[in-house]
């Protein structure tokens, strides 16, 4: 079974330069997440989608990160502009039901450095 | 007070010792708990996973949750270098929260 993929691995940009990250999640799995994840910091959620509705985005920054899953599969998160602050990995992860459960498997990130 | 507390280590230990790792919640509403384990440059996997209190073991992993003292941890029995790696805890009652991690080294 394939796993949840992402690209880029790594991504170094300037602040004020914006930056999109994309991720393909398990076959067949409704729930797709993407996190962010500071050096020395568990991960904290961005944003979760059930197909491709949104469930909760409430500790997106809305002025700056958009994320969106088309067709209910594939998905995309940008940064425009970035800052300094958003260096960290990014992390995908799916499941076939929702968070209750607590069954995510991750993608191997996207490391975003912003000089 | 944050809602996932877990104590960022380092931990470093020798090959066959028992390791244990620790997490405390404010949050009574999780229900399921669960230990991922993350390698350098890699996304966390899941490594144990309970629903509610009580035990559970899988092979020389034991996790344990305590619900009453809002605690749970999880043993390493007979480490061996290829634990060494980031324990994350986390911890789910609808919305699932992860502790900062314990980097654990395991030394032959």
């Known amino acids: 079974e394939a796993g949840v993929a992402q690209s880029p691995r790594y991504k170094i940009i300037e602040k004020r330069q914006s930056v999109a990250f994309w991720c393909n999640p398990i076959s067949g799995h409704a729930t797709l997440y993407w996190y962010q994840q500071i050096l020395g910091q568990g991960p904290k959620l961005l944003i979760q989608f059930q197909n491709n509705g949104v469930v909760d985005d409430s500790q997106l920054p809305k002025d700056r990160f958009s994320a969106e899953r088309l067709k209910g599969v594939d998905s995309t998160l940008k940064i425009q502009p970035a800052k300094l602050e958003d260096s960290a990995v990014y992390l995908c992860?799916?499941?076939?039901?929702?968070?209750?459960?607590?069954?995510?498997?991750f993608g191997e990130g996207s490391r975003l450095t912003v000089l | 007070q944050k809602e996932v507390e877990q104590d960022p280590g380092p931990l470093s230990v020798p090959e066959g010792a028992i390791v244990s790792l620790n997490c405390t919640y404010s949050?009574?509403?999780?229900?399921?708990f669960m230990w991922y384990r993350q390698y350098s440059r890699k996304g966390p996997e899941l490594l144990m996973y309970t629903y509610s209190s009580g035990n559970k073991e899988d092979g020389r992993f034991t996790a344990q949750v305590d619900k009453s003292s809002k605690y749970i941890s999880l043993f390493i029995r007979d480490s061996q270098p290829s634990d060494s790696a980031t324990y994350l805890c986390a911890m789910s009652g609808g919305d699932m929260r992860f502790g900062a991690g314990t980097r654990l080294t395991v030394k032959p």
């Open positions: 992860a799916s499941s076939l039901v929702g968070p209750s459960t607590g069954e995510l498997f």
């Open positions: 949050n009574s509403a999780f229900q399921y």
